[in-house]
């Protein structure tokens, strides 16, 4: 009897199941089947000097990114940026020079990317810079300056989404993103 009952007890310990503590919360940009909706937005949405847009990135009623581009007044004529802004401790996937990275689609977004500051709940970046300060000497900078279809990603919480878009020194297309569910 004792024997059966000691069977019996390691039957029933072996057959827990235990929690993983390494869950992989990994996505892949493209991936139609995670945790999140795809939005494709037609038309477009066009962020210009002009016009400023935002994201609710988790249909909580708060936007969680702002879009705005900015003119950078020279001698020879005006340059712009381009700065996404962050709110609610959203994180962006960064590049070696700690600039936001242009991914591209089957690019993979984890707990192991390089994320900004997850502690802080405003910040900005720029995305983008272009000014000629004269004829002969023009300036460019950021990782989506003259781009299309390129993905920005982004973690919010423990889930992760991007954010397709075609950049020019003028505008931003924001032609697809995801909300998280």
């Known amino acids: 009897m004792r024997i059966l009952s000691f069977l019996f007890g390691l039957a029933i310990l072996f057959s827990c199941s235990h929690k993983s503590e390494n869950i992989d919360n990994s996505v892949i940009i493209g991936d139609s089947h995670r945790n999140y909706t795809i939005i494709k937005p037609d038309p477009a949405i066009v962020v210009t000097i002009s016009h400023e847009d935002s994201l609710d990135l988790n249909s909580d009623g708060i936007s969680e990114l702002r879009f705005a581009i900015s003119p950078i007044h020279t001698v ?11 709110k609610n401790k959203l994180q962006i996937l ?34 983008q810079s272009y000014a000629c300060y004269s004829y002969d000497h023009c300036l460019s900078w950021g990782n989506f300056l003259n781009t299309s279809g390129k993905y920005l990603g982004y973690k919010l919480g423990e889930k992760f989404g991007w954010i397709l878009v075609d950049s020019s020194a003028s505008e931003l297309k924001i032609k697809e993103y995801t909300i998280l569910r």
């Open 76 to 86: 020879t004529e005006i340059g712009s940026e381009t700065k996404i802004y962050t």
């Open 94 to 127: 960064l590049s070696g020079i700690n600039s936001p990275d242009a991914l591209n689609i089957n690019a993979v977004l984890n707990n192991n990317s390089a994320w900004s500051d997850a502690y802080s709940d405003h910040l900005s970046f720029l995305i």
